[in-house]
T-cell receptor
Framework: DAKTTQPPSMDCAEGRAANLPCNHS???????VYWYRQIHSQGPQYIIH???NNETNEMASLIITEDRKSSTLILPHATLRDTAVYYC???????????FGTGTRLTIIP | EAGVAQSPRYKIIEKRQSVAFWCNPI?????LYWYQQILGQGPKLLIQ????????DSQLPKDRFSAERLKGVDSTLKIQPAKLEDSAVYLC?????????????FGPGTRLTVL
């Protein structure tokens, strides 16, 4: 699976949009980008995934660059409950395995 | 819908002792995963079951770790004997049919401290 690079930590003011970047410059054509988050003392939680088109659901939006070498997870109106570690994962088509890195620790500031 | 259940939530043991963790996946989920998460790191897959058969146990330290999923529902993960480096959170996850696009749902984990 392609390797991902994320900043170790970020802060965001409550109510503002949180933009979390992820670099996956070695991504292959059959690899999807997945985002999970892990709130303190809980298991990881699925957020969103995409291949090459931008995706949006009730939790977040995923913007993937045209060359697919990077992506941004957007939480449109961050709340204190969004404080968590966010993991960007590249997953090979047909492979059920999730390979987690160290993620980005996002802190929402009141 | 009930989530993935795990017990106990916390366990403290001394090195060389044995310990077992239990997981009850979401009803109807055929695939079950056990992950190990060491402090400051992301979860690492230890073993994956499809129903009651093992799909992937390549990262399971088989000299001390064992897991089973009898009847294709509940699962137990055992460590015998435990080492200091086994201190971690052990997460159980399940997915509907094991298809690659299926979302994995995680339990709250069991925090193990080995003294």
């Amino acid at each position: 699976d392609a390797k991902t690079t994320q900043p170790p930590s970020m802060d965001c003011a409550e109510g503002r949009a949180a933009n979390l970047p992820c670099n996956h410059s070695t991504i292959s054509g059959n690899e999807y980008v997945y985002w999970y988050r892990q709130i303190h003392s809980q298991g990881p939680q699925y957020i969103i995934h995409g291949l090459k088109n931008n995706e949006t659901n009730e939790m977040a939006s995923l913007i993937i660059t045209e060359d697919r070498k990077s992506s941004t997870l957007i939480l449109p109106h961050a709340t204190l409950r969004d404080t968590a570690v966010y993991y960007c994962i590249v997953r090979v088509f047909g492979n059920e395995k999730l390979t987690f890195g160290t993620g980005t620790r996002l802190t929402i500031i009141p | 819908e009930a989530g993935v259940a795990q017990s106990p939530r916390y366990k403290i043991i001394e090195k060389r002792q044995s310990v077992a963790f239990w997981c009850n996946p979401i009803s109807g989920h055929a695939t079950l995963y056990w992950y190990q998460q060491i402090l400051g790191q992301g979860p690492k897959l230890l073993i994956q079951f499809q129903n009651n058969g093992v799909v992937d146990d390549s990262q399971l330290p088989k000299d001390r770790f064992s897991a089973e999923r009898l009847k294709g529902v509940d699962s137990t993960l055992k460590i015998q004997p435990a080492k200091l480096e086994d201190s971690a959170v052990y997460l159980c996850a399940s997915s509907l049919a094991g298809a690659w696009a299926d979302t994995q749902y995680f339990g709250p984990g069991t925090r193990l401290t080995v003294l």
